[in-house]
């Protein structure tokens, strides 16, 4: 095989690599979605779009897009999804897996407030009430029974 033919192989080849190793990205934010707090919307025509958390899906419902039809969140502790309808929510924890940039430090060295970012206060869900209790008890943040988080879309409930 010619030197100009593997190096147009090797090219592919990592072309191809680097695409597939691409995180996936927030419908909303742009944000890199994590696994454990992967949120799906459906959307009123059947078309379905990942957010980076629950925080992020409920603000796609209130930016008058689409109408949202579903919400579903994966269960931080355990995985799999469940409806965002059916979860046990924990809101404001110190947890917050969509943010991944350092805290702003001024000159003098002192750390300083964020004003805004979407994904504040962290929400994130658990299918079982103990996993919940327990995170919030370690976490901090509100704990909300399934279907009495107040941010919840009508049509979700």
Known sequence: MSTLRCLLIFIVLATLGACAGKAEQCWVCQREI?????????LEGGK?????CPRCALHYGQ???EPVRGIRVTDYAG???LPMSQAFLVEGSDEAPCMH????IDPAG????MCYDRCTPSL??????????????????????PGSFPGLPPATR
């Open 34 to 42: 994590h696994p454990q707090v992967r949120t799906t919307i459906t």
């Open 48 to 52: 379905s779009v990942s957010t980076c």
């Open 63 to 65: 930016e008058n897009r």
């Open 79 to 81: 995985g799999g999804s």
């Open 101 to 104: 940039h350092p805290p702003v």
């Open 110 to 113: 002192a750390p300083m407030q």
């Open 124 to 145: 994130i869900s658990f299918r079982g009430a103990a996993t919940a209790r327990a995170f919030a008890a370690e976490h901090g943040g509100t704990l909300y029974a």
